[in-house]
């Protein structure tokens, strides 16, 4: 005999709403948070959704002393991805989880709407880390990002290709990290083939 256990039939529902497993995706950006480590470093986090499940990771991108670090360039690809030239920080609501109420909570905070709600495509590793009961635990990271549509990465964007060659190769590259491999919470730097040439000087040879 069993008798409903109403927490567990709830968790039921929300095993499939997240993202597992290391590959590629298309969808979009649900939110992206103005973040700042109890270092100064500042960054987003952002929350993705492809075919209705989520992840949401970190990019830190510069040191409090204004040093560019690897989640910087994974952050211009993105951008470049999107077809965005600049983006502005703006107060909105945040969504986020409250352990104590095991519950999304909405608070105030500053966001970049600019990266939300268009169609971007992103490539996930997975990477072990230790919890705070030192249990090993596992959480998606960004490798990469590309155009939805066409598949070019952020380099073929910007110079000005056709037909996507890299992304079949930044796929290949994708791999898991195990926990002496885990960097405790940075960002591994997106594939060589994301970041290219070009992100140092945005001007008007940017194709967008």
Request: with cysteine.
């Amino acid at each position: 005999m069993y008798a409903l256990d109403t927490n567990e039939a709830r968790k039921a529902d929300s095993t499939g709403s997240s993202i597992r497993e290391m590959g590629k995706y298309a969808g979009k950006f649900l939110q992206a948070e103005d973040i700042t480590a109890s270092t100064g470093t500042k960054g987003i986090a952002l929350t993705f959704e492809a075919n209705g499940q989520k992840t949401r990771f970190s990019l830190y991108t510069k040191r409090a002393n204004g040093e560019t670090i690897m989640g910087f360039q994974a952050l211009m690809a993105i951008m470049a991805c999107l077809g965005l030239r600049n983006i502005t920080p703006q107060q909105g609501t945040i969504t986020f989880w409250d352990n104590d109420a095991k519950a999304e909570k909405t608070k105030q905070g500053t966001i970049f709407p600019e990266l939300c709600n268009k169609p971007i495509g992103i490539l996930l590793e997975t990477e072990d880390y230790l919890n705070r009961d030192n249990e090993v635990r596992t959480r998606m990271v960004f490798a990469g990002a590309f155009q939805a549509v066409t598949e070019l990465t952020a380099s073929e964007i910007l110079d000005r290709k056709t037909k996507p060659a890299q992304l079949e190769k930044m796929v290949a590259y994708l791999r898991h990290h195990p926990v002496k491999a885990a960097k405790g919470g940075s960002t591994p730097a997106p594939a060589k083939a994301s970041g290219g040439s070009g992100f140092d000087d945005m001007d008007d040879d940017i194709p967008f």
